[in-house]
T-cell receptor
Framework: GNSVTQMEGPVTLSEEAFLTINCTYTATGYPSLFWYVQYPGEGLQLLLKATKADDKGSNKGFEATYRKETTSFHLEKGSVQVSDSAVYFCALLKTSYDKVIFGPGTSLSVIP | EAQVTQNPRYLITVTGKKLTVTCSQNMNHEYMSWYRQDPGLGLRQIYYSMNVEVTDKGDVPEGYKVSRKEKRNFPLILESPSPNQTSLYFC????????????FGPGTRLTVL
């Protein structure tokens, strides 16, 4: 079946460090891929998405590229800030009538 | 403002006392869903609905009921809550489109004593 695997963390980085959170998926065809972020005490919100191979999603300095050949959608940011401390979820959606499959989430703490 | 609202945000109750958590969205979304979030277990889907009067079980439906009488509302009902239903609950909605974003409510923290 469809699934999403991501590094679980927790990940602790110093401010201005480079961030990579790995995400790989298992699905047939061409699912849409998403990164959601959950700030402390809040619900999840969309960070970025990509709907076809080689698409790059970007938002707030974060980027992720849909790599069909490696079935991956790794999240990157060149210089993290304390305000980026949150839990990050990778997710996929196969078709309109499927449910969204979420990864387990990766907790990120950025220290000054 | 486009949003998903949940009420209450916090609830402490006792075993066996029926409760309802309400969820409402103002975006005319067809799809609505309930999740629970527990440490180490991530997000697990409880129930979902593709449209009015259409609901289906998710991964962990036991002990929960839902209804979808109106497009905007999707209440979660716990007929006889038990301590293992202590959790953080999220309602979400979206259009029925493979590229569409899920919009999440702010969460309801439920404690069952």
């Amino acid at each position: 079946g469809n699934s999403v695997t991501q590094m679980e963390g927790p990940v602790t980085l110093s401010e201005e460090a480079f961030l990579t959170i790995n995400c790989t998926y298992t699905a047939t065809g061409y699912p849409s891929l998403f990164w959601y972020v959950q700030y402390p005490g809040e619900g999840l919100q969309l960070l970025l998405k990509a709907t076809k191979a080689d698409d790059k999603g970007s938002n707030k300095g974060f980027e992720a590229t849909y790599r069909k050949e490696t079935t991956s959608f790794h999240l990157e940011k060149g210089s993290v800030q304390v305000s980026d401390s949150a839990v990050y979820f990778c997710a996929l959606l196969k078709t309109s009538y499927d449910k969204v499959i979420f990864g387990p989430g990766t907790s990120l703490s950025v220290i000054p | 403002e486009a949003q998903v609202t949940q009420n209450p945000r916090y609830l402490i109750t006792v075993t066996g006392k029926k409760l309802t958590v309400t969820c409402s969205q103002n975006m005319n979304h067809e799809y609505m869903s309930w999740y629970r979030q527990d440490p180490g277990l991530g997000l697990r889907q409880i129930y979902y609905s593709m449209n009015v009067e259409v609901t289906d079980k998710g991964d962990v439906p036991e002990g929960y009921k839902v209804s979808r009488k109106e497009k905007r509302n999707f209440p979660l009902i716990l007929e006889s809550p038990s301590p293992n239903q202590t959790s953080l609950y999220f309602c979400a909605s979206s259009l029925l489109n493979r590229a569409n974003t899920q919009y999440f409510g702010p969460g309801t923290r439920l404690t069952v004593l």
